[in-house]
């Protein structure tokens, strides 16, 4: 059994910042993936970026340069700091652990308007 907890959401104005975090708690070992999908209204989910054991990360196209993906290995956490936040960025973030089988988190409402 595998949890996590979101947080850090909100709305912001364009060009803003927000950095959301992820806590994973449970039955966690080994070689595992955390990050970050997102899904708006009438679009499919669509992966923002993640990260493994190793610190090797992947991001999006749509968000290089803007968005930073890191981890705490000691508090099972995962970070992202995303900045130079556009309208596009509207989604529910769904942090997630992949171990084989994946599990989501619940998701944080991610709001940039003027």
């Known amino acids: 059994q595998v949890q996590l907890a979101e947080s850090g959401g909100g709305l912001v104005q364009p060009g803003g910042s927000l950095r959301l975090s992820c806590a994973a708690s449970g039955n966690i070992f080994g070689f595992y993936v955390m990050g970050w999908y997102r899904q708006a209204p009438g679009n499919q989910r669509e992966l923002v970026a993640d990260?493994?054991?190793?610190?090797?990360?992947n991001y999006a196209d749509s968000v290089k340069g803007r968005f930073t993906i890191s981890r705490d290995n000691a508090k099972n956490t995962v970070y992202l700091q995303m900045s130079s936040l556009k309208p596009e960025d509207t989604a529910v973030y769904y942090c997630y652990v992949r171990i084989g089988y994946t599990y989501w988190g619940q998701g944080t409402q991610v709001a940039v308007s003027s």
């Open positions: 990260i493994d054991n190793s610190g090797t990360m």
